[in-house]
């Protein structure tokens, strides 16, 4: 159990809905991180907060967005979903950057 | 443009013997590495990591070694056993990348036959 939980674990919906996945980090880790997985496929790094502020993008689609709340859990927002859009998502966390990172179970997401 | 290359998705080992995973590199800013392994429906499990100041880092049954002049850096695992058999990624990251976010390879898939 790496401390990282992530919820729900499984999310079916249909094209063009919006839905919001939701990380809890590690207790006192500060940096949350964001990745997508799609069949099999490596890793992909969508978005980081530091502390609440955004700290860094990577691939991340404009119809995406995530913050970082006080509490330091995060929340991934996709919206207008496409079907390409399903994937697994993971939710990463540290205590700051450059430290290694200790990855959540993942939520995936099915858009039919 | 892939910065972190795994070029073998697939591995087979028998049991007993070195399983032996490569991983490249082409962004020479690249300062930190890390290797995860995954199993299905999981998320990635830290493995080793090693700084670009070392060529070797050493745990138990695992090792990573970094040679930073090929950008190149392979994890050895010995004995192999079957409960290794799992996904395993290389990422790399670097020191000023502002979020310090991890870089992945594609991933390769190791069976360990018994």
């Known amino acids: 159990d790496s401390g990282v939980t992530q919820t729900p674990k499984h999310l079916i919906t249909a094209t063009g809905q919006r839905v919001t996945l939701r990380c809890s980090p590690r207790s006192g880790d500060l940096s949350v991180y964001w990745y997508q997985q799609s069949l099999d496929q490596g890793l992909q790094f969508l978005i980081q907060y530091y502390n609440g502020e955004e700290r860094a993008k990577g691939n991340i689609l404009e119809r995406f967005s995530a913050q970082q709340f006080p509490d330091l859990h995060s929340e991934l927002n996709l919206s207008s979903l496409e079907l390409g859009d399903s994937a697994l998502y993971f939710c990463?966390?540290?205590?700051?950057?450059?430290?290694?990172?200790?990855f959540g179970p993942g939520t995936r997401l099915t858009v039919t | 443009d892939q910065q972190v290359k795994q070029n073998s998705p697939s591995l087979s080992v028998q049991e007993g013997r070195i399983s032996i995973l490569n991983c490249d590199y082409t962004?020479?800013?690249?300062?930190?590495f890390l290797w995860y392994k995954k199993y299905p429906a999981e998320g990635p499990t830290f493995l080793i990591s090693?700084?670009?100041?070392?060529d070797k880092n050493e745990d138990g049954r695992f090792t990573v070694f970094l040679n930073k002049s090929a950008k190149h850096l392979s994890l050895h695992i010995v004995p192999s056993q079957p409960g290794d058999s799992a996904v395993y990624f290389c990422a790399a990251s670097a020191r000023d990348n502002a979020g310090n976010m991890l870089t992945f390879g594609g991933g390769t898939r190791l069976m360990v036959k018994p």
């Open positions: 990463a966390s540290s205590l700051d950057p450059g430290k290694r990172q200790y």
């Open positions: 090693i700084s670009s100041i070392k």
């Open positions: 962004n020479s800013m690249f300062d930190y």
